[in-house]
């Protein structure tokens, strides 16, 4: 396999000159993350239709150029799995990847295991098997070996037929518009997610007081301010049970904060004092009603009915070749039930528009489509779940009960 690396920045430079010509990019990024803030970028795998190179970020001064190329709408950027790289590309300009086709994705909307590794997907569509020997390698140690080179270059040398088979079959199944519309939303919620404060996703945090959220708030900013200045993980500073704790507690004495479990190692003394000046701005600061998390309540409908949805849903996607996981997760199904038990589902639907950011996941967009309404039988009792072969790939199907 032939490939360039590239090290210098005026090597850098030229390579963008060629990528700027190219309406296709192939890319991936090797980093770690264990240990720091946000990942340590370590390398990227670029790929074109005529072209493989890796670019190693060390030792280069600014490599703003490669993420400006991505957001040219007119150039298709493929990746697999490509969280990190989207994120990657975000914090460097401001904005996301507008013409992105995910490998991963891609495959979930095809019938295809969802979410599959990169290796499964180049074994099951190209017949190729992935060398995966340096799969806990440490990216930011220099001289990189040529196992490792040729490890990170073969991540990205087949994106280029995987894209093109993976395109074929959405083409053919009528599916194009759904991996458009997917990958838009899974956009918004990543850069959601990496602006909004993320203290209320805390385990424990919707079971506190308004005051208690407040002085979580406070304990969460303060965490993370110190943990970007040190480059360390925020759970290294102090663990997240121990914010909700201190939350729930609402003291500012130092004396109790010290003597909670967990607070007593040598290295936590120095957080006590700051830690009780973020719980007294808590406790100044307004109260903050945090809205309940619909989705995860067990109380409306039986796990039992989830179960059986679950088995549903899972046989109607593989009549229509397409990943459950892709589909809906349980607490989907339970928050879809809860939806349609509470309310007439032909007025329901009549209101979609109206009422769409309160609508289940599985009565909007492609989902709404082709699953939404489908389960109602299985929720009513007018459809069952038989056994159709014991043998077969898809042993079970969905039928009315009433038929023979």
């Not at 340096?134 to 490890?151: F, H, I, K, N, V």
Request: aromatic share 6%; hydrophobic share 40%; charged share 30%.
């Amino acid at each position: 396999m032939n490939f360039q690396v590239i090290e210098q920045q005026n090597e850098f430079d030229a390579l963008c000159k060629r990528l700027a010509e190219s309406d296709w990019v192939g890319f991936d990024t090797e980093f770690v993350s264990e240990d720091c803030y946000r990942p340590d970028l370590c390398l990227i795998q670029v790929a074109t239709r005529s072209e493989l190179a890796i670019i190693d970020p060390i030792g280069l001064h600014d490599i703003t150029p490669f993420w400006d190329l991505l957001l040219d709408p007119a150039r298709r950027v493929v990746v697999h799995a490509g969280r990190e790289e989207v994120l990657f590309c975000f914090r460097a300009t401001g904005q996301v990847i507008p013409n992105l086709f995910d490998i991963q994705l891609a495959a979930g909307f095809v019938g295809m295991e969802y979410p599959a590794s990169y290796g499964n997907l180049l074994q099951k569509i190209l017949g190729h098997q992935l060398d995966k020997g340096e799969t806990r390698t440490d990216w930011r140690a220099r001289p990189l070996s040529a196992a490792q080179l040729q490890y990170a270059a073969e991540d990205v040398a087949h994106l280029d037929r995987l894209h093109k088979r993976l395109e074929t079959q959405l083409d053919d199944s009528g599916r194009s518009e759904w991996l458009v519309t997917e990958t838009a939303e899974w956009l918004q919620r990543l850069v959601h997610q990496e602006k909004q404060e993320q203290w209320h996703r805390l385990s424990g945090a919707q079971s506190l007081t308004p005051r208690g959220n407040a002085i979580l708030r406070e304990l969460w900013l303060w965490r993370h301010k110190l943990a970007a200045q040190r480059n360390i993980p925020p759970r290294r500073l102090v663990r997240d049970d121990l914010l909700v704790e201190m939350a729930r507690r609402a003291s500012p004495d130092p004396k109790r904060i010290a003597n909670l479990r967990g607070m007593h190692h040598s290295g936590m003394k120095q957080y006590v004092d700051p830690i009780a000046k973020c719980i007294e701005r808590g406790l100044a600061a307004p109260e903050i009603r945090v809205p309940k998390n619909r989705r995860g309540r067990r109380d409306d409908v039986s796990g039992m009915v989830t179960q059986l949805l679950s088995v549903a849903l899972a046989t109607l996607c593989r009549s229509r070749k397409i990943a459950s996981q892709l589909v809906a997760t349980s607490d989907d199904l339970r928050e879809w039930a809860e939806f349609r038990l509470a309310q007439n589902p032909k007025a329901a639907k009549s209101r979609q528009d109206e009422i769409y950011e309160d609508m289940p996941r599985l009565l909007s967009g492609w989902r709404g489509e082709i699953f939404g309404n489908e389960l109602d039988g299985i929720l009513h009792g007018d459809v069952g779940v038989f056994v159709r072969n014991l043998h077969a790939e898809n042993p079970l199907e969905l039928r009315h009960v009433n038929d023979k």
